[in-house]
């Protein structure tokens, strides 16, 4: 078990699930959807998310939100558990993050003494080969993140859970916005998972174009995302796709923090690993 928290978390990230703007608001508007899919960048909103059975896992629907077949080289999922529910592994050479946003779920694995539980704004890591099963008495969404594990750096990377809000903020020079990594910094881990914060009419100072992919997914507040030549209106619940090189910007609106989730592949020689 990750801790017992000091407040209550487990509506923390209610709108990534029951989003301000939802599909039931949007049934007078037949055809209407926000999301947006380009060459380089996608808007996945939530009232296009379309959920089925994720293949192995029991009682459990997944929206596959990022997956190969747009460019990218990781998948992005939103599982949703329901009760007595149980996952199935990533593919041979596959390793897998998982964040809780609703519920709470037990995991074991080899690599574990004893059964850790996994609640809202808590996290794991599992590596490529290691056995391990997710499980949740109650219903339970998980934004899972999965690559294969390109090679690398001395030492093999380890299974481990954590809370975002037991790491540091780490300094961000020229910037605003507060930080979290989840994952060690290291040439161990070919990506990494970054928790950033943005209060309301915050910005991003660097108006970023970059070799780096990301996945995000808005899990709290509202703001304006430019990517490319485009600039969207977005809220929690929201998910974005980013390609290389794809010129990004973000900016926080309304009243309240606004806080996302992002993979961004790292520690990785881009001549080495092109994909």
Partial sequence: MC??????TS???????DPT??????QDLPGFTRSVYE???????????????????????????????MGAHFTMYLASMAGNSS???????????????????????DLLLDTAILMVDEFAYIPAGAKHTL????????????RRYAVGGDAAPQLFTGRTNQLPNLETPGEVFELRKL?????????????????????LNVKEVHYNQHGLLLLEGRGIY?????????????????????????????TTRSRYILYKDTARDPLLHPY
């Fill in 3 to 8: 801790g017992t928290a000091a407040t209550d």
């Fill in 11 to 17: 509506n923390m990230y209610s709108k990534v699930t």
């Fill in 21 to 26: 703007l939802s599909a039931s608001h949007l």
């Fill in 39 to 69: 060459r380089d960048h996608a808007l996945i909103t939530p009232e296009s998310q379309v959920f089925s059975p994720l293949p192995g896992w029991v009682k459990t629907l997944a929206a596959y939100l990022i997956t190969p077949a």
């Fill in 87 to 109: 996952s199935a592994e990533p593919p041979a050479g596959v390793e897998r993050f998982v964040f809780v946003v609703k519920g709470e779920v037990s995991m074991t694995a």
């Fill in 135 to 146: 499980s949740s008495t109650f219903s339970a969404t998980l934004v899972v993140f999965e």
């Fill in 183 to 203: 994952l060690p910094a290291t040439p161990t881990y070919d990506f990494n998972i970054h928790v950033m914060d943005f209060q309301p009419g915050e910005y």
């Fill in 226 to 254: 430019r990517l490319g030549d485009k600039w969207y209106p977005v809220q929690a619940g929201d998910v974005i796709w980013m390609a290389p090189f794809v010129p990004q910007w973000y900016a926080a609106l309304g």
